[in-house]
T-cell receptor, first 112, second 112 residues
Framework: DTGVSQDPRHKITKRGQNVTFRCDPI?????LYWYRQTLGQGPEFLTY????????KSRLLSDRFSAERPKGSFSTLEIQRTEQGDSAMYLC??????????FGEGSRLTVL | AQSVTQLDSQVPVFEEAPVELRCNYS??????LFWYVQYPNQGLQLLLK??????LVKGINGFEAEFNKSQTSFHLRKPSVHISDTAEYFC??????????FGRGTSLIVHP
């Protein structure tokens, strides 16, 4: 068990570019979550998967955001045509059978 | 719908003093409750959780919390804090769905 890993840890991009983040959850966890965290705020739910099925998306999630979990293992979160308001920490987590989330260290996005 | 309120955005305290971080929640169904801690530039890690049973739960690093259903609260306490407890603390609730909702966080600042 190597924990939840996220890549890259930091991404600086120019407005209008596309970015993709990857998350590798704990292998035996079948539920995977994406949250967004901005300075001084708690994690805000974006979307979650059970195995490869995307079960729920936040109404706040713009159509520029898309997430996949093609084989029920790792997941990707893509943001198209980035805007400065997309600057945030993107957190991935997986759900243990004991009820708690295990988080990765996050991917920090800065849009210039 | 479920929500979490952490009324205190910052709690300053001196080392070895007791501390209480407040959390109130709302949910129309039975809940699971969690406290997570986030150190600078790190992901969130679980401090403690309430799923069922005893309303007083003990977690790591000497923290404990009490579930009070009538007051819909889950306050976090520690009898004597250390400098190393300086961090951001998040309360989370999970009701009828598999999606935990987080509060905005409380910054605990421990002064020597």
């Amino acid at each position: 068990d190597t924990g939840v890993s996220q890549d890259p840890r930091h991404k600086i991009t120019k407005r209008g570019q596309n970015v993709t983040f990857r998350c590798d959850p704990i292998s035996e966890h079948n539920r995977l979550y994406w949250y967004r965290q901005t300075l001084g705020q708690g994690p805000e739910f974006l979307t979650y998967f059970q195995n490869e099925a995307q079960l729920e998306k936040s109404r706040l999630l713009s159509d520029r955001f898309s997430a996949e979990r093609p084989k029920g293992s790792f997941s990707t979160l893509e943001i198209q045509r980035t805007e400065q308001g997309d600057s945030a920490m993107y957190l991935c987590a997986s759900l243990a059978s004991t009820g708690e989330l295990f988080f990765g260290e996050g991917s920090r996005l800065t849009v210039l | 719908a479920q929500s979490v309120t952490q009324l205190d955005s910052q709690v300053p305290v001196f080392e070895e003093a007791p501390v209480e971080l407040r959390c109130n929640y709302s949910s129309s169904v039975s809940v699971y409750l969690f406290w997570y801690v986030q150190y600078p530039n790190q992901g969130l890690q679980l401090l403690l959780k309430y799923l069922s049973g005893s309303t007083l739960v003990k977690g790591i690093n000497g923290f404990e919390a009490e579930f009070n259903k009538s007051q819909t609260s889950f306050h976090l306490r520690k009898p004597s804090v250390h400098i190393s407890d300086t961090a951001e603390y998040f309360c989370a609730v999970r009701g009828g769905s598999y999606i935990p909702t987080f509060g905005r966080g409380t910054s605990l600042i421990v002064h020597p």
